[in-house]
């Protein structure tokens, strides 16, 4: 129990300097610009990171790509703990924070609510992580295989880094950036990027024999 909570502790600081190193790479952005800006991307950062996490334990370490019992159980605790982070004590503003209408609108709808409404980031994150999370994992996946298949044209993260700019920029993409670049979105001044690997990715699998069941 020890092994798996320290672990699981591990863990969740890596996905939170993951979005706190997203914080700083959008800070002189315009999406960072309102009333407690910067811990609100610092949130959104943590998605992609943890995305990764459940990428590498299950496509990259099992290989068919399907969680094992204790693995699921872990990655549910992971976000048990990101939400507890997520309680952060301060209101933002929803036209703020979910700059797709893809997301804003349905929220709005959902809570009936208007676009102005402040509302705490892990109400927010509740409700945008599931297809975020899923989005994500598909992404670094595909980046993945892109790699594998020998494509020179990309990195492992690229895909998973040009999606995290888009949305928190409140750029529309495609459910596939496979085919897509960074110029085709216009957000090639963020790079081709691991704005979520660079601090994640190498300790997270020097530390994956420790998870339950690794």
């Avoid at 975020?132 to 020179?152: C, I, M, N, P």
């Avoid at 990027?193 to 069941?213: G, Q, V, W």
Wanted: hydrophobic share 40%.
């Amino acid at each position: 129990m020890a092994t798996t909570q320290n672990s699981l502790s591990e863990v969740v600081q890596l996905i939170a300097a993951a979005g706190d190193l997203t914080a700083q790479w959008f800070q002189h952005e315009d999406c960072v610009k309102f009333e407690h800006g910067d811990r609100w991307v610092s949130f959104c950062g943590t998605i992609p990171a943890f995305a990764y996490v459940i990428v590498h334990e299950t496509l990259v370490r099992n290989g068919p790509g399907l969680a094992t019992p204790e693995q699921a159980d872990f990655f549910r605790a992971v976000e048990d703990q990101l939400y507890k982070l997520f309680k952060a004590g301060f209101h933002v503003s929803l036209d703020e924070c979910l700059l797709l209408d893809s997301e804003l609108w349905p929220f709005c709808k959902r809570f009936d609510c208007f676009p102005d409404t402040y509302v705490s980031p892990d109400m927010i994150l509740g409700f945008i992580l599931p297809h975020r999370l899923t989005t994500y994992q598909k992404d670094w996946s595909a980046g993945l295989f892109r790699v594998l298949e020998g494509h020179r044209d990309i990195s492992f993260s690229d895909y998973a880094a040009m999606r995290l700019a888009a949305d928190l920029t409140g750029i529309a993409t495609p459910s596939s950036l496979v085919g897509h670049t960074a110029a085709d979105f216009g957000i090639e001044k963020y790079g081709s990027a691991s704005i979520a690997s660079r601090s994640l990715s190498p300790r997270t699998r020097a530390r994956s024999r420790d998870y339950p069941n690794a």
